[in-house]
């Protein structure tokens, strides 16, 4: 991976088969115009996730995503970012319906986004500039019951909240989670709310997310070392058809990830992270090659 003590990073994509339908897209002449050319672009944010991407006020927002995305953007030549707000379960549509141009939304890259939309349904057709970070799932709980969680499986019988439209959500509809109950929600605030309301027993989420939360609210706390699943690897999504825009937004990112200026922003918007996690989070240059500007993922070891 180019970076020593880095996990090594297992691609659990199926084969796809989407390659012919890929090509006609990524290679059409026929291209549009450059989502930045006039020098100012919209992009798809979420507002109820402090540390990552976070409102406070009506038309402000910050967070770790939302520094990305201005970096990158601001090494492209664009001075003009305005961020809207979408929900988790809505940012494909967004994308699709013109509504922004770009995602910066703890988007995880998967195949079915990456793959190319055909007429029977398959894929989601995006293209990723990413990862910008990478993060397992986690557990945020109650202050008070910090500790209580030790292992996965003292979540039995629990009522653990996730939000519609997310990886994490899926992940706990597998059986190995069978013995949790869950719930899902609209978005984070609503099982955020639940969680301290003490209608749920914990939330579930990755774990960039929840170190977010525990900075901004006392009474929550992540589980410490109860991490599982994938590593989700956060990208900034926009629709097919502009690989020229990618590439160069790739480039960007690749960039930023080697310099100083990722270290401090992620310490700035996430201070509650672990150093250990952090490093993990840090991507490098094959990371973000792998994973940008293609339809299904680049060099990839494919696993079960």
Request: charged share 30%; net charge negative; proline share 4%.
């Amino acid at each position: 991976m180019g970076t020593t003590g880095r996990r090594s990073r297992t691609i659990r994509f199926g084969a796809a088969a989407a390659a012919l339908a890929g090509a006609a897209l990524a290679g059409c002449s026929s291209e549009p115009p450059s989502l930045f050319a006039e020098g100012k672009i919209e992009v798809g944010a979420k507002g109820d996730q402090p540390g990552t991407s976070y409102s406070p006020h009506d038309g402000e927002f910050n967070g770790f995503d939302i520094t990305v995305a201005r970096e990158v953007l601001d090494r492209v030549g664009i001075e003009s970012v305005d961020f809207e707000g979408v929900l988790s379960k809505n940012r494909a549509r967004a994308l699709h319906e013109g509504d922004v141009q770009l995602i910066a939304a703890t988007y995880s890259i998967t195949k079915d986004r990456m793959t190319p939309k055909t007429e029977s349904g398959d894929g989601e057709g995006l293209d990723f500039v990413g990862p910008y970070a990478s993060t397992q799932q986690g557990v945020l709980v109650r202050t008070e019951d910090a500790g209580r969680y030790n292992r996965l499986s003292d979540l039995n019988g629990e009522l653990v909240c996730a939000w519609e439209g997310t990886t994490s959500a899926a992940e706990l509809k597998r059986k190995a989670y069978g013995d949790i109950r869950t719930v899902t929600e609209t978005d984070a605030r609503d099982c955020v709310r639940r969680l301290l309301e003490g209608t749920v027993d914990a939330v579930s989420t990755d774990q960039l997310i929840l170190y977010g939360f525990m900075e901004d609210d006392p009474r929550l706390t992540v589980q410490k070392g109860l991490s599982f699943g994938p590593f989700n690897d956060y990208g900034i999504a926009m629709a097919k058809g502009h690989r020229d825009d990618c590439e160069k937004l790739q480039q960007a990112l690749m960039d930023y990830a080697r310099s100083n200026d990722w270290d401090q922003d992620f310490q700035n918007n996430l201070p509650q992270v672990p150093k250990a996690i952090r490093d993990k989070a840090r991507p490098n240059d094959d990371d973000i090659d792998t994973y940008s500007c293609r339809d299904k993922p680049g060099n990839a070891q494919l696993g079960g």
